[in-house]
């Protein structure tokens, strides 16, 4: 079961100016036993926090200003009190994240943590993690002082969750305190990156990510398609079979992937264990290729693919260019070596008997069999596409 977020429940703010802080965040709606509800708490001041009774730490920074606590939800649960760690002046707050596609346990849910503190900048910037394992839920928080944002991008294209914005402070400047969350089915490297912000106000901040590791995920495994991996660039239903598809498409999809071109196929059919699909050639090329399904959950499986013309299509890839360019055949744009040539009968038929083409851009016909036409197309390997059908005149 992959992460995702269920519901938040309001920010919850404090400030004192001697003595402990504390909190009592409202608890998300829907909470529901085998949920993960997470208290992110944010403390402009250096005096860190206590952690909620019935809840873990999963993440303090070493400056006492971002923490995470967790727990996996039981059958009743209560608002927790929330407090800073040491009694002093401070501005204090806290809020709590609902998630599903938690494990059974909070033992060992942490994979990893980083953070970057005492920065200044217009932005909160977030650290760099590398990711070893599938299935992880990444958070992502921030603090800074003497500002309110807003957030106008989460770091790495995540979903903001709360933005934690507190001004008219008795005791110290305004400060900004957003988290934000998302998952990733596939281990990867994350990429550092930052709450950036309209504001253009250069103050300290401090950022943190911690990433989770959820239930597992069944993976996708593509076992056949279309018998033996072969297929054309025109056909249609060809039948993929394999495990783990999902029952119904929702946000599914099958591509064909070669090199740096990737073209999504048109669905016909989707069951868990078998998709029928229309080829779209788009920018790809005849030769060896990867077909790839992707689950509703976004979990992928790939199988090493053929792509073949179909039959009565006849073609060569440029090795170079015959000269003068009046005796080959020419494009609007300058054909080069790399270029594929495809020629076909006009209006779509067979190219004719005997036509071949020549890897310089020439083409000749077997004696008696010269027609008056055929259709021709280039594949431009610089653009990485086709260009329209023409028909090539032969005096």
């Known amino acids: 079961m992959a992460w995702d977020l269920e519901s938040v429940g309001a920010w919850s703010y404090q400030e004192v100016g001697s003595g402990t802080a504390t909190v009592t965040p409202a608890l998300p709606s829907g909470v529901s036993s085998g949920d993960l509800l997470l208290v992110r708490a944010a403390n402009r001041q250096d005096t860190g926090f206590a952690t909620p009774s019935g809840y873990t730490l999963l993440f303090a920074d070493t400056a006492g200003r971002n923490a995470l606590f967790g727990k996996i939800a039981g059958g009743s649960e209560s608002a927790p009190n929330v407090s800073s760690g040491s009694a002093g002046a401070t501005q204090f707050g806290a809020t709590i994240g609902r998630f599903s596609g938690a494990p059974a346990s909070i033992a060992g849910i942490v994979h990893a943590t980083a953070e970057t503190t005492w920065n200044s900048s217009a932005d909160i910037s977030t650290p760099a993690r590398t990711v070893t394992v599938d299935n992880i839920l990444e958070i992502y928080l921030g603090l800074k002082h003497s500002d309110v944002g807003p957030t106008v991008d989460a770091p790495n294209s995540s979903t903001l969750i709360n933005e934690g914005r507190t001004s008219g402070l008795a005791y110290g400047s305004n400060f900004w305190a957003p988290w934000a969350w998302r998952a990733q089915t596939t281990a990867e490297h ?118 073949t013309d179909p039959g009565g299509i006849v073609s060569v890839t440029l090795t170079s260019l015959h000269s003068p360019a009046s005796g080959r055949i020419t494009a609007e744009g300058e054909l080069m070596a790399g270029d594929i040539l495809e020629a076909r009968g006009v209006g779509g038929g067979a190219a004719p008997a005997g036509l071949t083409l020549n890897p310089d851009g020439t083409f000749q016909f077997a004696d008696g069999s010269t027609p008056t036409s055929f259709e021709c197309r280039c594949y431009d390997s610089g653009l990485t596409s086709y260009g329209a059908w023409a028909v090539q005149a032969i005096a």
């Open 190 to 307: 994350i990429s550092a990156s930052a709450f950036d912000t309209a504001s253009t106000s250069t103050q300290t901040h401090f950022g943190g990510v911690v990433t989770l590791v959820g239930l597992g995920i069944d993976p996708v495994t593509v076992t056949d398609v279309d018998t033996d991996e072969t297929i054309t660039t025109t056909q249609e239903d060809v039948v993929v079979t394999g495990t783990n598809f999902k029952a119904s498409q929702s946000t599914g999809k099958v591509e064909i992937l070669q090199g740096e071109n990737t073209v999504e196929q048109t669905i016909v059919a989707w069951a868990d264990d078998e998709i029928t699909f229309d080829v779209d050639q788009g920018s790809l090329t005849t030769g060896a290729a990867t077909l790839r399904v992707t689950n509703s959950e976004g979990t992928s499986g790939d199988l090493g693919i053929t792509l």
